[in-house]
């Protein structure tokens, strides 16, 4: 079959790479795609958020599945206008993807189906936020309501900090219309932890942990960003955790929605903070993460276009994912200054490394191609991705790649899956006791 696979990031090239691999996929397009996609598909030169001109390409390319990328048309309700074409579409229809789209609703819902979650409070008024902010103290946690390119979140270690989170979202408006509205929680303590899932509408099938690193300095300082790097899977996402996560958590939000009427498919992202007791969400995603799908994909021995066929279908039930059981580690390499200002335009040196490694990946992000050089053309330019045999060797696998590429004002955290090692399995060399086996993974 042809298949479509919408947006420009690291997460598509994953997913163009992935699905290049499938016996089933026939054409590959990706909209717009950048420098690395062009090398696994056909790049169209159609924005995401371009709706009406996707669905003409799709309609006139006899499109056999779209796999939507970014949050952003999702929430537009891309998924119910290729529908209504009759087109098959991996991704929740627009009221399913108001889980991402309003944190607020997401946090109802939550509320409405007893998943644990942080208390919070929805406040439209900056001076009643304020007020509630100063009742409460700091720590606190500041959430733009609305899309914010995952930079809408700000956990503030003093008051200070968090009337100044109030007034960028809520007077400045540097998050535009998202920052019209906030939710405003108790800060948790604990360790975070990434869980995708696959769902049809009523069942559900888990993906492998992995974990994001999301502020843009070493140690986890700095501002957030949209991810700077991730590994799979996650030390803290043990057997026990995996089932407290679908039981408390995966589940109740499909079946809870499935049962209002909003039967949600295509891939839900849960993150979550492990904390003393139990797991509890931070956020929902309605579509891949990005980076956790760079980590999580080279370990997926399962074809992904049959998964994704069998949500579209309702056929998920007894399908199981085969699993590497190798650690991936991938690496952001940024243009310095983001998620602020950052230049843009400079060659990109060192790709060839990639064409001649086995256990090395590089998925493009912000990439394109001019007078057949490829060029920075993003605050995320490449993830470098290593897989291992232990923890350490993944590391070393990935970062060895970070030393054989190169641009202008380049930027990488030297840290990323540092937290792992020590931890039981890194020092054993496996991950076994993390691998998630069939009876746990099916409905």
């Known amino acids: 079959m042809n298949i479509l696979v919408v947006g420009s990031g690291g997460r598509e090239h994953a997913l163009c790479w992935k699905i290049s691999k499938s016996p089933l996929a026939e054409k590959i397009f990706c909209a717009p ?11 169209i030169d159609i924005k995401a958020d371009q709706i009406d001109k996707l669905l003409d390409f799709a309609l006139s390319k006899k499109i056999g599945l779209t796999v939507i990328g970014p949050e952003a048309p999702l929430v537009e309700g891309i998924a119910d206008v290729f529908k209504e074409k009759g087109l098959k579409v991996f991704g ?39 007020g509630f902010v100063l009742e409460k103290g700091a720590p606190i946690v ?61 069942d559900v099938l888990v993906l492998e942990s992995s974990q994001d690193h999301k502020r843009v300095f070493e140690g986890d300082k700095g501002p957030n960003t ?56 931070l956020e929902f995603n309605v579509r891949f993460g990005d980076p956790e799908t760079q980590a999580v994909l080279p370990r997926m021995k399962t074809d992904l276009v049959e998964l994704m066929n069998a949500c579209v279908s309702g056929g998920l039930p007894g399908k199981v994912i085969e699993w590497d059981e190798r650690f991936c580690v991938a690496v952001v390499l940024v243009s310095e200054g983001y998620p602020g200002k950052y230049k843009k335009g400079y060659p990109v040196l060192g790709l060839e490394y990639f064409d001649r490694t086995k256990n090395t990946f590089c998925f493009h992000a912000g990439t394109k191609v001019t007078d057949g050089k490829v060029i920075t053309d993003g605050g995320r330019v490449l993830n470098v991705v290593g897989l291992g045999s232990s923890i350490n060797e993944a590391i070393d696998t990935a970062y060895q790649g970070t030393a054989k590429v190169n641009f202008d004002n380049i930027y990488f955290r030297n840290d990323i899956a540092f937290k792992a090692i020590g931890t039981a399995y890194a020092k054993s060399g496996t991950n076994a006791d993390f691998t998630m086996r069939k009876e746990t993974n099916s409905h």
């Open 92 to 130: 929740p229809s627009r009221e399913a993807a108001r889980l991402e789209g309003s944190k607020s609703y997401a946090k109802e819902l939550m509320r409405k189906y007893k998943i644990p979650t942080a208390e919070f409070e929805v406040f439209d008024n900056a001076d009643k936020a304020k």
């Open 142 to 202: 500041i959430k733009a309501d609305g899309l914010a390119a995952g930079k809408g979140v700000t956990v503030a270690g003093t008051i200070k900090e968090a009337l100044e989170a109030i007034d960028d979202a809520m007077v400045k408006r540097i998050f535009g219309e998202a920052g019209g509205k906030v939710v405003i929680e108790e800060a948790l303590s604990g360790e975070e932890a990434s869980i995708l899932s696959l769902s049809d509408g009523k």
């Open 226 to 281: 949209g991810g700077m790097g991730a590994y799979s899977p996650a030390p803290i996402v043990n057997r026990d955790m995996y089932s407290k996560i679908l039981k408390s958590i995966i589940r109740p939000m499909i079946e809870g929605m499935y049962k209002d009427g909003i039967p949600y498919t295509g891939v839900l992202y849960a993150g979550i903070m492990v904390t003393e007791d139990g797991p509890k969400v």
């Open 33 to 43: 795609g950048n420098a690395g996609t062009a090398r696994v598909s056909k790049n």
